[in-house]
């Protein structure tokens, strides 16, 4: 069975065509700059990339160029577009009505398109995408998978915020909680490393990128989850805030004239590792100026670590134990310092890392990082949420 995933963002569509009797990616690529220009990264298993750049409109005609990609005699792997048995999407929010991933039909569009209110930035690029699929490969199974589905059995203690609770039942206002692929596909993938079954055991896994955000997982179900109504909730990550006292925002408005739009900026783009230290937003280079006694750097480093721990304490306190903590994502896969300052003094926890072992990892598979002895395992695990979307997509297409 060969399974497309999309992943359409404002401006770009990213894809990878998945050969599911291997598990293999035989292709994959990404359209930037749609709508704006057009450029195509497109890469064949084994072979160079190839690169163009090519008037991209909208999401359909970006599409059109990644089937006739994949189609073709020279950059392609199928011979035609009827060997793509499904194509699986990629959807941030599926609100509080769509609770696992499902077969795309009008309706299912339809409510998307009713919540885009709440999520405004990636739901009308991935209903064009979706739009532009039905077009173009009407006689395909179509499969929304969403970011949000993982949460949609935590508790309303943990997902209604302590406001008016009218904001809830009319506006929608509460928490959904994102990134939740991975957290489902890096909690399974532990429990199949271990050789234990997930209904036994305590997770907190921290996926740990330019966004980040942390999930308590027990008996293989999310219980809690740092990000909440949008992915700007929870701990400080490359451009964003993460949790802060809210009256920040208004004080901002009051006193400096900032319009909510200017605030959410600031709070978005300009906030967080880049905000803190000055420099940048991205891990490797405030690791590297906290090492050279950049003051700034430092203390953004350290909100970061400390931020990481508080989740980890407050979900072992909610799950009344811990068996297992995993690293996943651009920092939790390569950042060896992140992970040893948040395992730093956490014997409380059970967690103890073996520091040899987590400077001297294997990049690429699951990872074992366990002091001997220690109550807690401490794993990295490479995130794949594109396989994951492949999986559920043959699983929905095989019904
Ligand atoms: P992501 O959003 O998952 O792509 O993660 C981006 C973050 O991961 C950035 O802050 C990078 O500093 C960090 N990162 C990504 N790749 C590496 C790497 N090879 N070594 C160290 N840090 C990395």
Redesign the pocket.
């Known amino acids: 069975m060969k399974i497309l995933v999309l992943n359409a963002g404002s401006s770009s569509l990213k894809y990878q065509l998945f050969d599911m009797e291997s598990g293999a990616v035989q292709a994959k690529g990404t359209c930037e700059r749609i709508g704006a220009g057009g450029t195509v990264t497109h890469k064949r298993s084994g072979a160079e990339p190839y690169f163009e750049e090519i008037d991209l409109p909208n999401h359909g005609v970006a599409l059109e160029r990644v089937l006739s990609l994949l189609t073709s005699a020279e950059y392609g792997v199928i011979a035609s577009v009827k060997e793509i048995d499904a194509v699986g999407h990629r959807v941030a929010h599926g609100g509080e009505q769509l609770k696992t991933s499902t077969k795309i039909t009008e309706s299912v569009i339809k409510y998307l398109e009713s919540i885009v209110p709440i999520n405004p930035l990636h739901g009308p690029p991935a209903i064009a995408g979706m739009k532009a699929c039905l077009s173009l490969m009407p006689d395909v199974v179509q499969v929304a998978v969403f970011d949000t589905s993982f949460y949609s059995e935590i508790e309303d203690f943990r997902y209604v915020y302590p406001i008016p609770y009218e904001f809830y039942e009319q506006d929608h206002i509460r928490r959904y909680g994102f990134h939740g692929t991975s957290h489902r596909y890096v909690s399974a993938e532990l429990a199949k490393v271990l050789g234990k079954p997930i209904e036994e055991l305590k997770i907190i896994t921290c996926h740990l990128?330019?966004?980040s955000s942390i999930t308590a997982v027990d008996g293989g179900k999310a219980i809690d989850t740092s990000m909440g109504f949008t992915p700007q909730e929870g701990i400080a990550m490359?451009t964003r805030s993460g949790s802060i006292d809210p009256t920040v925002v208004t004080y901002l408005m009051k006193t400096k004239g900032y319009s909510a739009q200017e605030v959410e900026d600031i709070l978005n783009k300009k906030s967080g590792l880049l905000g803190v230290s000055g420099i940048s937003?991205?891990?490797?280079n405030i690791t590297a100026a906290a090492k050279e006694g950049n003051k700034r750097a430092e203390l953004a480093f350290k909100i970061l670590v400390n931020g990481i721990k508080k989740h980890i304490g407050a979900y072992a306190a909610e799950m009344n134990g811990l068996d297992a903590l995993v690293f996943t994502?651009?920092?939790g896969e390569?950042?060896a310092n992140i992970r040893e300052a948040v395992c730093e003094n956490m014997s409380l926890f059970g967690i103890e890392i073996d520091k040899e072992k987590n400077e001297n990892f294997t990049r690429g598979i699951p990872f074992d990082i366990t002091k001997e002895g220690a109550r807690v395992a401490t794993w990295i695990i490479p995130t794949d949420e594109e396989y994951m979307i492949a999986i559920d997509t043959q699983k929905l297409a095989q019904q």
Request: proline letters at 0%; glycine letters at 30%.
């Open positions: 990128g330019n966004g490359g937003n991205d891990c490797r994502a651009g920092i390569n950042q």
